[in-house]
Every structure is written in structure tokens, then in C-alpha cells.
């Protein structure tokens, strides 16, 4: 109790201490501390931005755009990391020698070497081995599109076709953007069409299994499955698709050699590229890792019982074994998920404008508010982090073993 | 939990405290050594040479301050600085001074406090392109890949004159000039923009220089000077005269090699004033009176700095333009050693 009691004291001491230290100390330079920074004009300028931006908006917006860039960065590396971690993990413990030292090989090399490293290496052979914009001009181009002319692959990213709605509903189409940005379809006025298109997508999974269910019931009723089962099935997600992207005019748009670059279509950078396989090849060796330690606890008498009531191996595996693993794997898959996210902020190696970069790195350099940017950016983390590990717990609640 | 708490605590307190400012000229007696952030690289103005000796144009501004303050030009740690640290590192105290081809501008003298000794190089931003793209003016880039390097002026000055010419670009973000030079030579940017200097100091390192051209158009004033924190004047002071030092030695014709002689006493009462055979300028700076004498021996004159790291004679051929002496036609223009 005494103990607590001073650890407390001392604590409370240190605190008051640092509090006192830095308003001191921002007295001393001569700078106060306030957030106001956040709404005056940024000026710079960002490639990769989800939602409108220009170098007139404001710092807050420029924030903004950082953090949209390490969610996406985030959300694209967890999900391609859990599906490496899973294969890999699942691979491991593979009969076939050859299939299982390869994975060995894979978690070995990429748990053992720092993440930086991955990230510049994926990054610098993307950017020396990939044909630059200007060799694909000409008659006898030392470079040529792939897949039909639609993918163009350069050493500033890749060049996929993307789907524009000529009959949009946010109603502009292909807007021409005022001043010095460039060119470029306005984020928000699609978003519009591809929200209806996710709802009818939603709307078709949902019906077509309701349609599943209903076909078994009368199956169990009859002992005659209704005819056509699957054709309605599918008719049912893509029909409406199908006539709604009629409706809205969707047409590809295909990159195209314009100038010093490709323009149309999407362009996926080298930066986004290098940094998300670097992170989920990275974090999926160590989801690998988790994912075989999960199998292993399921005790050996589980897969004898399947394999005695006649199971295959792998829907053993499906069945019994990876359902019960699921509990061991959720709770550090979590942290896994957490260390990525974060990991993310090593995108300035890249050049890529994640929040550390424009928040974190820009801003705070025309500004001169290191402690208001820095504490904004570890408060982004900090709920970023929490969301993630709150959603994690909900799913593990409802895998987990449910005790009556 | 509670230990590590307290412990983080005391770090990041120990951090904080070192940003208190103290007297930085007592500071820099008591370590026998200057802490002076330069670039991470860039040849000519700052970088280690094959004997990992930092050499450059920048680099003797810091190491005259060391011979002024300390007499001994090699007592200077040189700490490499991003675009993104540099500010940081002389608010928190890491260094005492900066020689960074950092610009002189409005907000980072008044907002972010701090203090511009001079103006040791001055320029302007420009464009560098590969011959090979056939692009003669800047006026022609509508649409092109620009590699900058972030945290620097010439990011939003790149904006400006984009948007101001209504014409489209793709930045490509990066930390250091050597990053810079690597991706402009990999052809992930069809475009460097950097300080005009910085260019023509990248491109003197390339293996076939002549294979690029740096176009015409100058988009900006680019003052580069050394700095300092705001609030230590005394210490300002020493760095700005010992800057207006170098530059008055090249107009009254004091160099490396006939200082000596002239430190013994000459007919001109300005030198004397300057090198310290006559009254106290050094005294009243708080250092001792051969001060300026000892800068000027140790890294020459402001011309023979010039022409040592970066002027025509040198890969790099920069011809001195606006930074000849006031008498030449340049802005050079020293105040009176009185």
C-alpha cells in the first residue's frame, strides 16, 4: 500500500514536472500552443489523394488526405497479410517437404529482416526494372502495354483501366479541375454510383442465399429441389448489376500515353504498391507463425476423430480443426493487425503521403507546431489502434468458446 | 507498467529540458566544439569527401565560426539534416547553428523563430530535365512527373507556379537529395526541381552531365543563409559578423594566404579594425581579437571559398552572378567593421 501510495506521489510528481518543463520551455522560444494552424492554406501539393484536395485547402484537409492514405494502406495490407499468413501457416505444417521448407524459407526470411529493408528493396526493383513512361513511345517502343493494351506497368506505378459513369448520379461527369491539379474525376460525385452498385451487390448476396435457403427447405419438404436453383441464384446478384451499370453508362477507361505520362485509368503508385506488399509480406510471416501455432493446439485427437468418421483431410482441416484454432489465433492476430497500421508510418521511405508524411512531416515543417502535430498524430494512432483491436474483440467474442 | 511509465517520463522530460536556451557561446567553449547541421549530402555545398572530411561551401561557413569562437576549424561536429529535421534540430538544441542552403523567408524568420545571420549564397529555384525529352522551358512541363524534395520552399513555391500557369504535375515526395538524384536518374520523375545551385551541384556528379539541361526559367528568390535560435543575440551576432568577416577580407583583398602578414598591421585602418591590430571588435563580441584572422586563415576569403567549392574552376561552374561583390555588380554587400 505504502508502495502504491509513493509510486503514485512520484508519478503525479513527474508529470506535473513535464507539464511544467513544456510550457516553460514553449515560453522560453516564444511559441504558444494552439491548433489554429490547422485551418490556414497548406500549399502544398499531395499525388495520392482519395478526396478533393489542392494546394488551396487547408492544412486540417491535407491531414485528412494523410490519414484516408494509411487507412487504405492499412486496410489493403491486413487483408492481402491474412490471406499470405493463413496459406503459409496452413503450408508449413505441409507433409510435402518441398512446400514446407519453402514456407520455412518465406517466414524465416521475411520475420528476420527489418521492414525498412523490405520496403526500399520492393520499391527500388520496381523502380529499376519497370520501362519508364517515355519507352513506350514511338513505332518501336522498347516497352508495350500488357493484357490487350488495358495495364500499362512504368517505374511510377501501375496503369490499370478504370469504370466511369457517363450518366453519373452525382451528375458531373469528368470534371476538369480548376486550377493546376490535375485533370481528374472528383472522388465524391462517383462515390454516389459505386454506393448504389455496393447496395445492389449486398442486396443480390443476400437475396440469392435467402433463395438457397428457401430451395433447401422445400428440398427438405419435398424431396425435389426446386429447378434452376443456382441459375436464380446468380441471376439475382448479377442481373440488377448488370442493368444498373447499363443504367448508369458504365465504360472502361483505358490508361493512355498523353505527354510525359499515361492519363486515364487508374493509377496505382509504386509507392502504395512497395509499401503494401512490403507490409503484408512482412506482418503475414508472422500471422503464418500464429496460424500454425493455432493448428498445433488443437489437440491430434480432433483430426483422428474426423479422419475416423470418414472426413477428407482437407475438410478436416476446414471443419474441425481451423473453427477451433480460430480461438487461439483471433487475440495476437489483433496485435498483429495493430503493428501494421503502424508499421505504415514508415511510408516516407517511399514517398508515400500517409498522415506521417503530410501531418506528421509537411505541415509541421512550414508550420513549426511539432507538439500540436505530434500529439494529433499520436492521437490518430491511438484511436486508429483502439477501433481496430474494439472489432477484433467483438468477432473474437463470437468465435470464442461460448461457456453456458 | 508504473516503472516503465516513470522512466518514459523522465526521458521525454530529459529531451524537453535540453531545449531550454542557454548561453550557446558558453555552451560551445565548454564542449570545445561547434554542432553545425549541413545538408545529408549535396556536393559542393556540404559533403564528406573521399576521407569522410565534410568539404564545401556551407561547411566553411561553420568551420570559419569554429575558427572565430574556438580558433581550431576542425572542432566542429557536423550533424546531417533533412529538409524535415533541420528545424527541429536547431529548436531542440541539437545544433548550435545552421548552414543549410536553408532560404531566408518571412515566417521562418518571424513564426518559427529564428534568427538569419546573412545571405551566403543567393538563388533561385529551377528545373532540371533529361536532353533527351526535348523540353526547353519550364512553361512546357504541363503534365509532368517533378520529384521535390518535402519540407523545403521550393515544394510550395513548385505549387504556386503550377497553379499560377494553370498547368497540371504529379509530385514525387522525397527526403534527400541523393533519394532525388537516384529516382530523376531511374526515370521515375521526368523532372528535379531544386535550388538552382543544387542542380547544377547534382548534376556535376552525374556520369554524362551533359546529358541534362537545366532550363532557363528561375521560379523564386532563394536567399540561402546560415541561422541561428532567436533569443541568444550574442550568439547571433558572432555568426553573422563572422559571415560579414569572410565577405569585407574578399572586398578588401584579405586572403588565406597574406592574412598573417596583413594581421601585423597595414596603412588601411578597416583591415586593421578587422583582423584586430587595432581597437577591440573581437572584445566586444566576446572572443578573442584575432578572431577574424583566424576564420579567414582557416577557410580563405568569401571569393576563395566560393571559387574552392563551388565556382568555375570546380565541376560544379557556378559563376558568381548576384554573389559578387557589391564593386563587381553583385549583392554581396558587407556593413562597415567600425
Redesign the interface.
Given at each position: 500500500m505504502t508502495i502504491q501510495v509513493v509510486a503514485f506521489a512520484l508519478i503525479l510528481a513527474a508529470i506535473w514536472f513535464l507539464g511544467r518543463n513544456i510550457v516553460h520551455n514553449l515560453e522560453e522560444l516564444g511559441k504558444d500552443f494552439n491548433f489554429a494552424f490547422l485551418n490556414s492554406r497548406a500549399g502544398y501539393d499531395i499525388n495520392q489523394r482519395l478526396i478533393e484536395y489542392s494546394n488551396d485547402s487547408t492544412h486540417g484537409r491535407a491531414a485528412l488526405v494523410g490519414i484516408l492514405n494509411t487507412l487504405l494502406v492499412a486496410f489493403l495490407g491486413c487483408i492481402l497479410a491474412t490471406i499470405l499468413g493463413v496459406i503459409a501457416g496452413v503450408l508449413r505444417l505441409s507433409k510435402n517437404w518441398i512446400v514446407g521448407r519453402l514456407m520455412t524459407v518465406y517466414v524465416e526470411g521475411f520475420r528476420n529482416i527489418p521492414l525498412l529493408l523490405w520496403i526500399i528493396l520492393i520499391f527500388a526493383v520496381m523502380t529499376e526494372a519497370t520501362p519508364q513512361p517515355r519507352d513506350f513511345r514511338g513505332e518501336d517502343a522498347e516497352a508495350s502495354m500488357i493484357l490487350g493494351d488495358s495495364v500499362a506497368v512504368t517505374n511510377r506505378g501501375i496503369y490499370v483501366p478504370n469504370v466511369v459513369f457517363t450518366r453519373s448520379l452525382g451528375g458531373n461527369e469528368m470534371t476538369e479541375a480548376a486550377d493546376g491539379v490535375e485533370a481528374a474525376i472528383i472522388p465524391s460525385a462517383v462515390a454516389m454510383d459505386w454506393l448504389l452498385v455496393l447496395v445492389l451487390l449486398v442486396g443480390g448476396v443476400l437475396a440469392s442465399k435467402a433463395i438457397g435457403r428457401w430451395a433447401t427447405k422445400t428440398q427438405e419438404a419435398t424431396g425435389i429441389r426446386p429447378p434452376a436453383t443456382l441459375w436464380m441464384q446468380i441471376g439475382v446478384i448479377l442481373g440488377p448489376f448488370v442493368l444498373v451499370m447499363i443504367a448508369l453508362g458504365a465504360t472502361l477507361d483505358l490508361p493512355e500515353l498523353r505527354g510525359f505520362n499515361f492519363s486515364g485509368g487508374i493509377h496505382m503508385r509504386n509507392s502504395l504498391i512497395a509499401l503494401w506488399f512490403a507490409l503484408s509480406l512482412y506482418t503475414g510471416a508472422f500471422i503464418a507463425e500464429i496460424v500454425r501455432a493455432g493448428i498445433l493446439a488443437v489437440s491430434r485427437g480432433q483430426t483422428e476423430a474426423a479422419f475416423a468418421l470418414g472426413l477428407r483431410p482437407n475438410r478436416t482441416m476446414n471443419l474441425v480443426i481451423l473453427p477451433q484454432a480460430m480461438r487461439v489465433i483471433i487475440p495476437p492476430l489483433i496485435s498483429q493487425y495493430l503493428n501494421l497500421t503502424k508499421n505504415s508510418s514508415l511510408a516516407i521511405a517511399v514517398g508515400y503521403m500517409d498522415v506521417r508524411s503530410t501531418l506528421g512531416g509537411i505541415t509541421i515543417n512550414q508550420t513549426g507546431r511539432e507538439l500540436e502535430g505530434m500529439l494529433l498524430l499520436g492521437l490518430f494512432y491511438l484511436v486508429t489502434s483502439l477501433v481496430i483491436s474494439g472489432a477484433m474483440n467483438i468477432y473474437n467474442n463470437s468465435v470464442k468458446l461460448k461457456e453456458r | 507498467m508504473?516503472k516503465s511509465?516513470?522512466l518514459g517520463?523522465?526521458a521525454?522530460?530529459g529531451l524537453?529540458?535540453g531545449?531550454?536556451?542557454a548561453q550557446t557561446l558558453d555552451e560551445v567553449r565548454a564542449r570545445g566544439a561547434l554542432n553545425c547541421g549541413v545538408t545529408t549530402g549535396l556536393v559542393g555545398f556540404a559533403a564528406p569527401d573521399a576521407n569522410g572530411e565534410w568539404e564545401g561551401f556551407d561547411v566553411g561557413v561553420c568551420r570559419a565560426v569554429a575558427a572565430a569562437v574556438l580558433g581550431d576549424s576542425t572542432a566542429v561536429n557536423f550533424v546531417p539534416t533533412t529538409?524535415?529535421t533541420r528545424?527541429?534540430a536547431l529548436?531542440s538544441g541539437e545544433i548550435d547553428m545552421l548552414a543549410r542552403n536553408t532560404t531566408w523567408t518571412f515566417?521562418r524568420d518571424v513564426?518559427?523563430?529564428f534568427e538569419f545571420t546573412g545571405i551566403n549564397y543567393y538563388d533561385g529555384q529551377g528545373f532540371m530535365v533529361p536532353r533527351e525529352?526535348g523540353v526547353s522551358s519550364a512553361m512546357e512541363?504541363?503534365?509532368?512527373?517533378v520529384c521535390i524534395q518535402?519540407?523545403t520552399t521550393t515544394?510550395?513555391n513548385?505549387?504556386?507556379f503550377?497553379?499560377?500557369n494553370?498547368?497540371?504535375?504529379?509530385?514525387?515526395?522525397?527526403?534527400t537529395n541523393a533519394e532525388a538524384q537516384q529516382?530523376y536518374l531511374?526515370?521515375?520523375?521526368?523532372v528535379y526541381t531544386t535550388d538552382a545551385s543544387g542542380l547544377a551541384a547534382t548534376r556535376a556528379t552525374f556520369e554524362d552531365p551533359s546529358a541534362h539541361v537545366v532550363l532557363p526559367e528561375i521560379i523564386s528568390k532563394e536567399p540561402l543563409g546560415p541561422l541561428v535560435r532567436?533569443?541568444d543575440n550574442e550568439w547571433g551576432d558572432i555568426v553573422r559578423w563572422t559571415l560579414n568577416a569572410l565577405i569585407a577580407a574578399e572586398e578588401l583583398g584579405v586572403t588565406s594566404a597574406n592574412v598573417a602578414e596583413l594581421a601585423a598591421g597595414t596603412e588601411n585602418p578597416e583591415i586593421n579594425r578587422l583582423l584586430g591590430s587595432e581597437g577591440d571588435l573581437g572584445g566586444m563580441l566576446g572572443l578573442s581579437s584575432d578572431w577574424a584572422a583566424n576564420a579567414i586563415s582557416s577557410v580563405g576569403n568569401y571569393g576563395e571559398l566560393f571559387e574552392g567549392n563551388i565556382g568555375e574552376n570546380t565541376p560544379i561552374g557556378l559563376a558568381r552572378g548576384l554573389n559578387a561583390q557589391w564593386t563587381d555588380g553583385g549583392l554581396l554587400y558587407s556593413p562597415p567593421f567600425r
Open positions: - | 508504473k511509465v516513470l517520463t523522465l521525454v522530460a524537453a529540458a531545449a531550454v536556451s529538409g524535415q528545424f527541429t529548436a515566417s513564426d518559427l523563430r525529352l512541363l504541363d503534365g509532368a512527373t518535402t519540407g515544394e510550395l513548385l505549387a504556386d503550377f497553379s499560377s494553370n498547368m497540371s504535375y504529379e509530385p514525387v515526395p522525397i527526403e529516382q531511374a526515370g521515375a520523375c521526368d532567436h533569443g
